[in-house]
């Protein structure tokens, strides 16, 4: 079995209340490909129907190298029995971003939803990433696909 990458996250605490009254971010197990970000709020908040709301983590992060980004997601029980997601889908953190980590919530659900301080709302998952340098041409190269659009190739 391959062994996993690691890198050096460098995390500054941006809540005076993480590591405390707050959890820290953290792998919930050894095999976790996302480190859990919780909800950095002083009290609770209800998200209605269709509501959207920027959760702070209390965190910021530092990416080690160029070559790495981190995605933001939402976890999956939030999102299957609640309906509770991202609005922009997934976060993007580049490795020149150093504020904190905000998460813009959306509540896709039926029924209003509760936030409380602390509670695992989205996951952390560093990935490495190529740059493209762009080369404008005048044609594309030829594939199966042609130049099918969105939705050609069926269900």
């Known amino acids: 079995m391959a062994e996993v990458s690691r890198v050096t ?4 605490k941006m809540h005076q209340d993480i590591g405390s009254s707050l959890p820290e971010p953290a792998y919930a197990t050894s095999g976790s ?3 859990d970000l919780c909800a950095a709020l002083e009290r609770p908040v209800t998200i209605g129907p269709g509501q959207r709301i920027p ?7 530092q990416l ?17 029995r609640y309906g509770l997601t991202l609005a922009n889908a997934v976060g993007v953190i580049d490795a020149d971003y150093t504020g904190e980590i905000i998460c813009p919530v959306i509540n896709l659900g039926d029924e209003p939803l509760t936030i409380s301080p602390g509670d695992r709302i989205a996951q952390l998952v560093c990935v490495p990433i190529a740059v493209g340098e762009i080369e404008y041409v ?17 269900r």
Do not use: E, M, Y
């Open 9 to 12: 996250l460098k995390v500054k």
């Open 33 to 35: 490909a996302g480190l």
């Open 55 to 61: 959760i702070p983590t209390g965190i910021a992060v």
């Open 138 to 154: 005048g044609d594309l190269g030829i594939t199966d696909r042609g130049a099918g659009g969105f939705g050609s190739t069926g």
């Open 64 to 80: 080690p190298a160029r070559h790495l980004v981190g995605l933001v997601f939402v976890r999956s029980g939030l999102a299957s």
